[in-house]
């Protein structure tokens, strides 16, 4: 977005001080708020009130203490504001500043550039290469447009089996740290519950009993047809028989939890429209759903050899899947677990294929289905939390459907301009008429990608 599209956007948006009981007027809408020192410690706050229909939505301060080196508008915001303290009670250390940063509900995007064909932009799309063990290094669609929708995977800590070996690893896997950001509170930190690495995934009698006995990579044999493989693992399942790049795979990504309760706390949806259900405001997720403690004992465990989690958050990490929750991971290729973390910001048709396959599909859904049945029970005990599951079904499917848009609306800006570029250039390459079939196939395949859910 240029300068005079931000001009456009932020055209009559006023700063007013309505810590004293004042509000944006009937022709106004707030879609933000500023802590102010002159503010009194009941009224804190300024709001950032826009002309209706404002274009300006789902407004965030980034910046983290204590220097606030972070504090950046993603490439799909505009920043409106800089202020110490944002919305937050910390300020920044010296002389940083947050930045407030918001979407906007309607803009021109970004044009995207390429000065080669699709295959030379990345040639994992075209051709085989090195076989090592079970798998093939072939690969998938890895399209990165740059819009951080989801936040990285967790870190792996690996240490070398066989020095030497790239591919011969051992997993040590980390609790994974989230960060709930609420309007109007402090970020709340929190860990999401560990889950077992490639070599731990079979060691019990348990998990060789639930765990899908399967290894799922991808196959590319041309740029339009990539295809999954599930292959049968050996028995036993010791971690010496297992492919070295298998990684253990959340069914439902991590990231959907957070994208989750910033829905469901403002009632905004990811494409800026409003929930049906209205949302349940920070002071529910601060001081109820991520606050330590506030279930009483004795609720039903989350499956049978999970702890009595006592925190709601804590109840729903657990459903996700985790050492004592392991029946529905999926052991794939990290050429897969990669690329599929980071679904929520790619275009990967390989990655749409492996989501939609049987044994997969089957395992998102129960996953799906353990997470709302853990908000039912938080929604019948904490007070202030009527409407949770409502909100989880709306905002879950929306969020697909986000993915879902994004990715294709990617997917297919990339391939029209892989086009544009073999109709535009001279002398016409021999190959021109075989790519444009390609890339027709593509589109198709683009148009019929779906999430589990999302349809």
């Known amino acids: 977005m240029d300068k005079s599209d931000v001009s456009r956007v932020l055209k009559g948006t006023e700063i007013k001080k309505t810590c004293y009981g004042g509000s944006c007027t009937d022709a106004e ?11 009194t410690i009941f009224n804190p ?18 910046g983290s203490q204590p220097d606030c080196p972070d504090a950046k508008c993603k490439s799909d915001e505009v920043a409106i504001d800089l202020n110490p303290q944002g919305s937050g009670i910390l300020a920044c250390s010296w002389s940083p500043k947050k930045t407030d940063c918001s979407k906007v509900r309607s803009g021109p995007q970004a044009a995207l550039t390429c000065d080669m064909s699709i295959c030379d932009a990345d040639p994992a799309l075209c051709g085989d290469t090195a076989s090592i063990g079970l798998m093939t290094k072939r690969d998938f669609f890895t399209l990165d447009n740059g819009l951080s929708i989801a936040e990285p995977l967790y870190t792996d800590d690996l240490e070398p089996e066989d020095e030497g070996d790239e591919y011969s690893i051992l997993e040590k896997r980390k609790k994974r740290s989230v960060t709930f950001e609420l309007l109007g509170r402090a970020a709340i930190i929190v860990f999401a519950r560990p889950h077992p690495s490639r070599s731990q995934l079979f060691a019990s009698a348990l998990r060789l009993r639930t765990v899908i006995r399967r290894f799922f990579h991808l196959e590319h044999t041309q740029c339009d047809g990539t295809a999954i493989t599930g292959v049968d693992l050996p028995t036993p399942n010791q971690a010496s028989t297992l492919p070295r790049t298998g990684e253990t795979e959340h069914p439902i990504d991590l990231s959907i939890h957070k994208r989750f309760v910033r829905c469901a706390e403002r009632g905004i949806l990811p494409d800026c429209s409003a929930t049906e259900n209205p949302g349940l405001g920070a002071a529910f997720f601060a001081d109820q759903y991520l606050a330590e403690n506030m279930l009483r004992q004795g609720l039903p465990l989350v499956t049978p050899n999970s702890a009595q ?21 999926v052991l794939t290729d990290r050429d ?17 294929k492996y989501l939609q396959n049987t044994d997969v599909a089957a395992r998102f859904q129960n996953t799906r289905d353990l997470i709302r049945e853990r908000l039912e029970i938080i929604e019948a005990e904490l007070p202030g939390a009527t409407g949770l599951v409502a909100l989880w079904d709306e905002c879950f499917e929306a969020i697909l459907r986000e993915i879902k848009r994004t990715a294709q609306e990617w997917l297919l800006a990339r391939v029209n301009q892989a086009r ?36």
């Open 336 to 352: 897969i677990n990669g690329p599929k973390g980071r679904v929520m910001n790619l275009g990967a048709i390989g990655v749409f």
């Open 45 to 62: 706050s300024r709001k950032y009130c826009c002309p209706k229909p404002a274009l300006l939505c789902d407004c965030t301060w980034r």
């Open 420 to 455: 544009q570029i073999y109709t535009q250039v001279r002398p016409t390459p021999w190959n021109r008429a075989s790519v444009f079939t390609t890339l027709t196939s593509l589109e198709r395949q683009i148009m019929s990608m779906y999430i589990p859910g999302s349809r």
């Open 29 to 39: 809408e707030s879609v933000s708020t500023r802590v102010e020192e002159a503010c």
């Open 309 to 329: 989690y006592r925190s709601a958050y804590m109840r729903v990490w657990e459903a996700f899947g985790s050492t004592t929750n392991a029946a529905q991971f």
